[in-house]
C-alpha cells in the first residue's frame, strides 16, 4: 500500500493506490494539452533512443509556442499516446512531463476540487 499524500496549500489529499483500478483517468477521456519543455522533450527522445527531431515530428504538436503530446482516439476517449491500457500505464513514465507528475496537485484544482474528483478516484477531502 502507498502512503496517502498531502501538498501544502491543498485542501485535499490523494490516495495513489486508486490508479491501480482507475485505467488511467488522468491520461484519457476528453482532449487536453500534455505540455513538454525542450528538457523534458530531450529526456523522453533518449529514453526511446530517437533522435529529438523524429521524436517531436512523431509523438509532438505545436500549441503556439509550446508542445503538447499527441492522442489516439479510443471510441470516446482521447488518450495520451504513451498511455498503454494493457499495462493500465505510462510507458514512458521514467521520463513522463512535469505536469504529469505533479498531477492532482494542480494550482487549477485548488478552487475545482468537485471538477478533480470527477476525474480523479484518488482523491478526498481529509
Ligand atoms: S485519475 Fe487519479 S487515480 Fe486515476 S490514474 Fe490518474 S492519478 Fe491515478
Ligand atoms: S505522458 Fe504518461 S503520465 Fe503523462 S498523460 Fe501520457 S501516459 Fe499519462
Known amino acids: 500500500m502507498l502512503p496517502i499524500m498531502k501538498e501544502e ?12 483500478t482507475c485505467q488511467g483517468r488522468c491520461c484519457t477521456g476528453e482532449s487536453g494539452y500534455i505540455y513538454v519543455t525542450k528538457a523534458e522533450i530531450q529526456k523522453i527522445s533518449e529514453l526511446l533512443h530517437l533522435d529529438v527531431r523524429e521524436f517531436v515530428s512523431k509523438y509532438l504538436f505545436k500549441k503556439m509556442y509550446k508542445y503538447s503530446i499527441k492522442e489516439k482516439q479510443n471510441g470516446d476517449s482521447f488518450e495520451c499516446v504513451f498511455y498503454d491500457a494493457n499495462s493500465n500505464g505510462c510507458t514512458i513514465y521514467e521520463a513522463r512531463p512535469l505536469q504529469c507528475k505533479t ?9 475545482r476540487v468537485d471538477e478533480l474528483k470527477l476525474e480523479c478516484p484518488g482523491i478526498s477531502d481529509e
Open 9 to 20: 496549500g491543498f485542501d485535499y489529499s490523494f490516495n495513489p493506490n486508486a490508479c491501480e
Open 103 to 111: 498531477f492532482p496537485f494542480w494550482d487549477y484544482y485548488k478552487t
